[in-house]
């Protein structure tokens, strides 16, 4: 990657050809894995030295959130033309280079398999990651989608909503075959949904596999530095637990099967996820599976804009 910058946005634009070669594809052959490089890309955050472009980058931080240091020096009439700007916008202030962040997680000490990921842009075609899950990465399509939203601001969580998810929510991921879908990360929701995964996984006897899926802001991934590598990492060791915390960076939930890391250019928001999560749930959707009905879970809220059962916390 050129630069030093990680203000990366990330565009996945899979074109159908790779798409067909990659249709026998085993987990762990990185040598499959980099035809992706050419297809993948992201978006590294813009510094002009220049004084025209002096809001986002007052201060010791660009508005991004990574120091002015880390920025590549641009020309401003070359970026962003004449324009005095003042508010930073990741579409508009980042440009596109090659990913360097996907493969196999390994949850040091955790002691199971390990799960996928891909760092990818908020901007990214969720078609081409319906494809990549389930052609790449060899998930089944799902009967249902689960999206669970909230509840990340702390541990607690209500007695009345840990049974909801341990005894309904899961037991019923397993019966339909459905997808569950949260944030992903070791804290509030994401990490009891995890928990719920974990202990019905052990218990279940038959049926089908809970598939959790993480889609996480890339800004506020814990230890994020050790998921890059240009060729991919089969597997990357990520340390999960450890380390202080700070409020603004977050590990990644070991209970979950794979990681969908949304960069849209910021560091240490939350948030940053939301475009994109909105967008691939709304496909996921759409797509008919052969099951027919209404993709509606009685333990549910009904999302008025899309037809995907929401548990609110």
Request: hydrophobic residues 40%; aromatic residues 10%; proline residues 5%.
């Amino acid at each position: 990657p050129e630069g030093n910058s990680e203000c990366g946005v990330w565009y996945a634009d899979l074109p159908a050809q790779v798409l067909l070669s990659h249709c026998g594809f085993l987990l762990g052959d990185a040598e499959i894995w980099t035809f992706l490089l050419d297809a993948w890309g992201r978006c590294g955050c813009l510094w002009a030295s220049s004084s025209s472009f002096p809001s986002p980058l007052r201060g010791t931080l660009c508005q991004c959130g990574q120091p002015r240091c880390a920025h590549p020096s641009v020309a401003v009439e070359d970026a962003f033309g004449a324009a005095v700007v003042t508010v930073w916008d990741s579409d508009l202030h980042t440009t596109e280079k090659p990913t360097d962040a996907f493969g196999d997680l390994d949850f040091l000490g955790a002691g199971r398999k390990a799960s996928n990921f891909l760092r990818l842009s908020d901007r990214t075609d969720p078609a081409t990651v319906y494809n990549l899950v389930t052609n790449i990465w060899g998930f089944q399509a799902p009967n249902l989608v689960v999206s669970v939203l909230g509840g990340s601001g702390g541990p607690t969580l209500q007695t009345w909503l840990q049974d909801l998810l341990r005894r309904g929510l899961v037991r019923a991921a397993q019966n339909t075959g459905a997808w569950i879908v949260t944030g992903g990360l070791h804290k509030g929701i994401g990490r009891h949904v995890g928990v719920a995964v974990r202990d019905h996984q052990t218990a279940r006897t038959g049926g089908n596999k809970v598939v959790a899926m993480g889609v996480a802001p890339w800004g506020v991934v814990r230890n994020r530095d050790t998921l890059i590598n240009p060729k991919g990492s089969f597997p990357a060791r990520y340390r999960w637990r450890g380390d202080p915390e700070d409020g603004v960076q977050f590990a990644l939930d070991y209970n979950y099967s794979a990681f969908l890391l949304v960069d849209d250019g910021t560091h240490g928001r939350l948030g940053g996820e939301n475009r994109f999560r909105l967008g691939f749930e709304s496909y996921l959707a759409q797509q008919k599976t052969g099951v027919g009905g209404e993709w509606l879970l009685p333990l549910g809220i009904h999302s008025p804009r899309l037809r995907i059962p929401v548990v609110r916390s």
